[in-house]
Protein backbone atom coordinates (compact mmCIF):
# COMPACT_ATOMS: atom_id res chain seq x y z
CA UNK A 1 0.00 0.00 0.00
CA UNK A 2 1.00 3.49 -0.54
CA UNK A 3 -0.05 6.54 0.71
CA UNK A 4 -3.23 7.99 -0.92
CA UNK A 5 -5.41 10.39 -0.03
CA UNK A 6 -8.44 7.31 1.80
CA UNK A 7 -8.42 6.50 5.19
CA UNK A 8 -10.54 2.82 5.00
CA UNK A 9 -10.96 1.09 8.13
CA UNK A 10 -12.17 -2.19 6.47
CA UNK A 11 -12.23 -5.27 8.10
CA UNK A 12 -8.84 -5.97 7.58
CA UNK A 13 -7.82 -2.25 9.11
CA UNK A 14 -9.09 -3.85 12.24
CA UNK A 15 -8.04 -7.23 11.89
CA UNK A 16 -4.51 -6.30 11.86
CA UNK A 17 -4.91 -3.99 15.04
CA UNK A 18 -7.04 -7.02 16.78
CA UNK A 19 -4.77 -9.53 16.81
CA UNK A 20 -1.41 -7.19 17.46
CA UNK A 21 -3.51 -5.52 20.68
CA UNK A 22 -5.82 -8.23 22.01
CA UNK A 23 -4.31 -11.41 21.19
CA UNK A 24 -7.65 -12.81 19.60
CA UNK A 25 -7.55 -15.61 17.64
CA UNK A 26 -7.69 -15.02 13.34
CA UNK A 27 -11.35 -17.00 13.54
CA UNK A 28 -12.42 -15.12 16.46
CA UNK A 29 -12.06 -11.74 14.94
CA UNK A 30 -14.01 -12.66 12.06
CA UNK A 31 -16.69 -13.72 13.54
CA UNK A 32 -17.53 -11.04 15.95
CA UNK A 33 -21.03 -9.52 16.51
CA UNK A 34 -21.82 -6.04 17.39
CA UNK A 35 -23.60 -7.36 20.94
CA UNK A 36 -20.19 -8.55 21.54
CA UNK A 37 -19.16 -5.08 22.12
CA UNK A 38 -20.32 -4.79 26.10
CA UNK A 39 -18.98 -1.83 28.58
CA UNK A 40 -18.35 -3.01 31.89
CA UNK A 41 -17.71 -0.21 35.04
CA UNK A 42 -16.49 1.84 32.60
CA UNK A 43 -14.45 0.05 30.45
CA UNK A 44 -14.85 -1.88 26.85
CA UNK A 45 -14.76 -5.60 26.06
CA UNK A 46 -15.04 -8.04 23.50
CA UNK A 47 -17.52 -10.83 25.30
CA UNK A 48 -17.70 -14.21 24.78
CA UNK A 49 -18.88 -15.60 27.38
CA UNK A 50 -21.66 -16.33 26.02
CA UNK A 51 -20.14 -18.41 22.55
CA UNK A 52 -21.82 -21.69 21.92
CA UNK A 53 -20.08 -24.06 20.37
CA UNK A 54 -23.39 -26.02 18.56
CA UNK A 55 -22.91 -22.96 16.54
CA UNK A 56 -20.30 -22.43 14.51
CA UNK A 57 -20.77 -18.97 13.65
CA UNK A 58 -20.14 -17.90 17.32
CA UNK A 59 -17.95 -20.60 18.73
CA UNK A 60 -14.70 -20.08 20.04
CA UNK A 61 -11.69 -22.60 19.70
CA UNK A 62 -12.21 -24.29 23.55
CA UNK A 63 -14.30 -23.99 26.81
CA UNK A 64 -11.08 -21.75 27.74
CA UNK A 65 -12.09 -19.39 24.93
CA UNK A 66 -15.50 -18.00 26.67
CA UNK A 67 -14.18 -15.05 28.19
CA UNK A 68 -13.90 -11.06 28.60
CA UNK A 69 -11.27 -9.49 26.10
CA UNK A 70 -10.36 -5.71 26.72
CA UNK A 71 -10.33 -3.18 24.03
CA UNK A 72 -7.00 -1.14 24.10
CA UNK A 73 -8.05 2.83 23.99
CA UNK A 74 -6.46 3.03 20.82
CA UNK A 75 -8.64 0.94 19.06
CA UNK A 76 -11.73 3.22 20.83
CA UNK A 77 -10.05 6.44 19.40
CA UNK A 78 -9.73 5.01 16.07
CA UNK A 79 -13.32 5.12 15.77
CA UNK A 80 -14.30 1.10 16.88
CA UNK A 81 -17.75 2.15 19.08
CA UNK A 82 -18.63 4.64 15.85
CA UNK A 83 -18.26 1.45 13.73
CA UNK A 84 -20.36 -0.38 16.20
CA UNK A 85 -23.10 2.16 16.47
CA UNK A 86 -23.61 2.60 12.57
CA UNK A 87 -23.67 -1.26 11.89
CA UNK A 88 -26.65 -1.51 14.68
CA UNK A 89 -28.38 1.41 12.99
CA UNK A 90 -27.97 -0.47 9.68
CA UNK A 91 -29.29 -3.91 11.82
CA UNK A 92 -26.61 -5.62 10.84
CA UNK A 93 -25.35 -8.36 13.25
CA UNK A 94 -21.74 -8.99 12.69
CA UNK A 95 -19.38 -6.36 13.65
CA UNK A 96 -17.19 -6.66 10.33
CA UNK A 97 -20.32 -8.09 7.81
CA UNK A 98 -17.78 -7.65 4.62
CA UNK A 99 -15.94 -10.32 6.21
CA UNK A 100 -16.17 -13.61 4.10
CA UNK A 101 -16.26 -17.01 5.20
CA UNK A 102 -14.78 -19.67 3.45
CA UNK A 103 -16.62 -23.33 3.46
CA UNK A 104 -14.22 -25.92 3.01
CA UNK A 105 -15.23 -28.05 -0.60
CA UNK A 106 -14.41 -31.18 1.11
CA UNK A 107 -15.52 -30.84 4.55
CA UNK A 108 -17.65 -27.86 4.74
CA UNK A 109 -16.34 -26.74 7.95
CA UNK A 110 -16.73 -22.74 8.07
CA UNK A 111 -13.24 -21.65 8.18
CA UNK A 112 -13.21 -18.01 9.63
CA UNK A 113 -9.93 -17.08 9.54
CA UNK A 114 -9.24 -18.08 5.72
CA UNK A 115 -9.59 -14.59 3.94
CA UNK A 116 -7.56 -13.46 7.24
CA UNK A 117 -4.78 -15.87 6.32
CA UNK A 118 -4.80 -14.98 2.46
CA UNK A 119 -4.35 -11.01 3.21
CA UNK A 120 -1.36 -12.48 5.42
CA UNK A 121 0.54 -14.26 2.79
CA UNK A 122 -0.04 -11.56 -0.03
CA UNK A 123 2.08 -9.42 2.95
CA UNK A 124 4.72 -11.62 3.20
CA UNK A 125 5.26 -11.70 -0.60
CA UNK A 126 4.76 -7.77 -1.37
CA UNK A 127 7.37 -7.11 1.83
CA UNK A 128 9.42 -10.00 0.86
CA UNK A 129 9.44 -11.49 4.47
CA UNK A 130 11.66 -14.69 4.61
CA UNK A 131 12.25 -15.56 8.09
CA UNK A 132 11.08 -19.18 8.80
CA UNK A 133 7.66 -19.40 10.78
CA UNK A 134 6.54 -16.06 10.09
CA UNK A 135 2.65 -16.66 10.62
CA UNK A 136 -0.48 -15.19 10.84
CA UNK A 137 -0.39 -16.33 14.37
CA UNK A 138 2.54 -14.48 15.21
CA UNK A 139 0.40 -11.32 15.73
CA UNK A 140 -0.78 -13.74 19.20
CA UNK A 141 2.26 -14.91 20.14
CA UNK A 142 3.75 -10.99 19.98
CA UNK A 143 0.79 -9.82 22.01
CA UNK A 144 1.63 -12.64 24.70
CA UNK A 145 5.49 -11.71 25.04
CA UNK A 146 4.51 -8.23 25.45
CA UNK A 147 2.43 -9.03 27.99
CA UNK A 148 5.34 -11.04 29.75
CA UNK A 149 7.43 -7.44 29.13
CA UNK A 150 4.88 -5.76 31.01
CA UNK A 151 4.51 -7.91 33.95
CA UNK A 152 1.36 -9.24 33.52
CA UNK A 153 0.74 -12.47 35.65
CA UNK A 154 0.21 -15.36 33.75
CA UNK A 155 -2.76 -16.33 35.51
CA UNK A 156 -4.00 -12.97 33.93
CA UNK A 157 -2.29 -13.41 30.58
CA UNK A 158 -3.56 -16.93 29.97
CA UNK A 159 -7.76 -15.79 30.36
CA UNK A 160 -6.93 -12.93 28.23
CA UNK A 161 -5.74 -15.14 25.33
CA UNK A 162 -8.10 -17.91 25.97
CA UNK A 163 -5.94 -20.56 26.89
CA UNK A 164 -6.63 -23.48 29.35
CA UNK A 165 -4.45 -23.27 32.69
CA UNK A 166 -1.91 -26.12 32.89
CA UNK A 167 -1.70 -26.46 36.42
CA UNK A 168 -2.93 -25.97 39.27
CA UNK A 169 -2.27 -22.49 40.38
CA UNK A 170 -3.55 -20.94 37.26
CA UNK A 171 -6.50 -22.52 38.05
CA UNK A 172 -6.62 -19.71 41.46
CA UNK A 173 -8.53 -16.83 41.20
CA UNK A 174 -11.70 -15.13 39.02
CA UNK A 175 -13.17 -17.21 36.28
CA UNK A 176 -13.01 -14.20 34.12
CA UNK A 177 -10.43 -11.08 33.82
CA UNK A 178 -11.74 -8.64 36.80
CA UNK A 179 -12.23 -4.94 36.37
CA UNK A 180 -8.95 -4.15 38.18
CA UNK A 181 -6.80 -6.71 36.04
CA UNK A 182 -8.31 -4.93 32.99
CA UNK A 183 -7.27 -1.36 34.21
CA UNK A 184 -3.90 -2.53 34.67
CA UNK A 185 -3.66 -4.49 31.26
CA UNK A 186 -4.67 -1.57 29.90
CA UNK A 187 -2.59 0.94 31.27
CA UNK A 188 0.49 -0.96 29.98
CA UNK A 189 1.73 -0.39 26.22
CA UNK A 190 5.37 -0.42 24.88
CA UNK A 191 7.70 1.64 22.24
CA UNK A 192 6.08 0.07 19.63
CA UNK A 193 2.62 0.53 20.53
CA UNK A 194 3.12 3.42 20.91
CA UNK A 195 4.65 4.18 17.46
CA UNK A 196 2.25 2.16 15.79
CA UNK A 197 -0.57 4.58 17.71
CA UNK A 198 0.60 7.57 16.79
CA UNK A 199 0.71 7.03 12.95
CA UNK A 200 -2.70 5.77 13.22
CA UNK A 201 -3.52 8.42 14.98
CA UNK A 202 -2.82 10.83 12.87
CA UNK A 203 -4.25 9.56 9.73
CA UNK A 204 -7.48 9.42 11.77
CA UNK A 205 -7.65 13.23 12.93
CA UNK A 206 -6.43 13.60 8.62
CA UNK A 207 -10.11 11.93 7.60
CA UNK A 208 -11.82 13.57 10.87
CA UNK A 209 -11.00 17.07 9.70
CA UNK A 210 -11.56 15.85 5.77
CA UNK A 211 -7.89 16.02 5.00
CA UNK A 212 -8.07 12.37 4.22
CA UNK A 213 -11.32 10.51 2.90
CA UNK A 214 -13.05 8.40 4.73
CA UNK A 215 -14.04 5.26 3.16
CA UNK A 216 -17.74 4.40 4.08
CA UNK A 217 -18.91 1.31 5.69
Excluded: C
Amino acid sequence: MEPGKFLAQNELYWAYLLIFFTGMRPSEIGKLRTEQVVEIEGDWYFDFRNASAAVAATSVKSKAGRRLVPIPRLLLDLGLLERKTALVAKEEARLFPEWKVYINKKSGREMWGHQFSKSWQYIKVKFNFTREALTLYGGRHTRATWYDEAGIPQRVRIRLLGHAPSNISERYGAIHITPEETKLVLSRSNAVEEAIAEILIEAKLKADYRQLEAVPL
